[in-house]
Structures are given as C-alpha cells and as structure tokens.
C-alpha cells in the first residue's frame, strides 16, 4: 500500500502569512493527488485535485503543484476561513493531516 | 444544489449492527460513484468502501472487509452501508461523499455529507 506522509503535522500562522503544506507518497502516483480543508465541526471539503487544478468556487490563493512523489499546497495569503487541519489524498490514502492554527 | 444527508449513527454495542443511510440530492445519484469515509474522534480521514454507479463493483479498506456492506438504491437515489460485527475501534463519525474521477486518474471527493456518529460501547 502506498503512504502518504504530511509535513508539518501541525504549524502556527498569521491572517495574511504565506504557508507551504507537503505531502509525499511512498511511491510514485503521478499527479493522483488531491487536498482537503476540514474546519472545526465541519466535513472536509475539497480544494485541489490532480495535484493542481483548483476546485471550483475554491479562492485562487489556493495552489497545488508536485507529481512523483512530492506535492505541495501554497496559500498565498491566508484568511481567517483558512485555519483547520488539511488533508492530502491518494486514492484511498489520506495523508495525517497538517493542523494550521492561528498565531 | 448538491446535497448529502447521511442518518442512522447511533450507541451500538461491541458486536452489534448498524445500518447508515445517505440521502443525495441535486445531481444525478446513478452517474457517480459513491463512497463513505470516517474519522474517529480527534483523528484523522480514512477512506472506508466504495461503489461503482451501478453498484456492480465494491471495494473496501481491509479492515471493514466481511463486516461492512456497501449498497445503493438508484431509484431512491440512496447510499447505504450496513455494519456488523461492530468493534470499539469502529467508533466514528461516518461521512458519504460524492466521487470524480478525472481520466486516468483517481477518486476525488467533491461533496460530503455533514456526517453521522456512530459510537460503539457497551
């Protein structure tokens, strides 16, 4: 079975900061990676699929790249809405998850 | 608007049985495949089955595999899961979520349900 590993398991950011999430595969799945927002309380919701295409409705300071192993999720300037833990995803493999939280 | 609403979570006790329900809405059910993932409290995602649009394919995670039974109801546009064998670690809430699939590549989920609690204690 192929792993997915996410780092950081959790960071602390400001309204504003620029943040970088990864994820990497324990083989290569191509570009077969997709990401999630869980807010608190909430079911996740999907931001990025095949690594890079963003999800309709989903802010443009989203972006995913990567393909092999190794992916990444940018938000280039974060809002308030954007705090909660995020999940990459492969088939039927999440990754741990990152919880961002506010500094 | 697409909606999923999943019902019938509840107290069960270790070796019991459940069955879990979703209710689709504002698409149409029997073009997509369907899934239901969990996440137990505090944790994190794991997907748990899957099912083909006409219900002819079904797979599972190994460790649900003989207790939990995937199905659907195209006419009824419904999504079911019936859980046997309940185990402490099954304690989760229990998500429906709406698969695409680009070509060649894998499942995305791009709508859930709000996601129904099964807790399993005696």
């Known amino acids: 079975d192929i792993q997915m590993t996410q780092s950081p398991s959790s960071l602390s950011a400001s309204v504003g900061d620029r943040v970088t999430i990864t994820c990497r595969a324990s083989?290569?799945?191509?570009?077969?990676l997709n990401w999630y927002l869980q807010s608190p309380g909430k079911a996740p919701k999907l931001l990025i699929y095949?690594?890079?295409i963003l999800q309709s409705g989903v802010p443009s300071r989203f972006s995913g790249s990567g393909s092999g192993t190794d992916f990444t999720l940018t938000i280039s300037s974060l809002q308030p809405e954007d705090f909660g833990t995020y999940y990459c995803q492969q088939r039927g493999t999440f990754g741990q998850g990152t919880k961002l939280e506010i500094k | 608007e697409v909606q999923l609403v999943e019902s019938g979570g509840g107290l069960v006790q270790p070796g019991g049985s459940l069955r879990l329900s979703c209710a689709a809405s504002?698409?149409?059910?029997?073009?997509?495949?369907m899934s239901w993932v969990r996440q137990a409290p505090g944790k994190g995602l794991e997907w748990v089955a899957d099912i083909k649009q006409d219900g002819s394919e079904k797979y599972y995670v190994d460790s649900v595999r003989g207790r939990f039974t995937i199905s659907r109801d195209n006419a009824k546009n419904s999504l079911y899961m019936q859980i046997n064998s309940l185990r402490a670690e099954d304690t989760a809430v229990y998500y429906c979520?709406?698969?695409?699939?680009?070509?060649?590549?894998?499942?995305?989920?791009?709508?859930w349900g709000q996601g129904t609690l099964v807790t399993v204690s005696s």
């Open positions: 504002g698409f149409t059910f029997s073009s997509y495949w």
């Open positions: 095949a690594a890079s």
């Open positions: 979520a709406r698969e695409v699939h680009l070509a060649g590549m894998g499942p995305a989920f791009d709508y």
């Open positions: 083989q290569s799945i191509s570009s077969n």
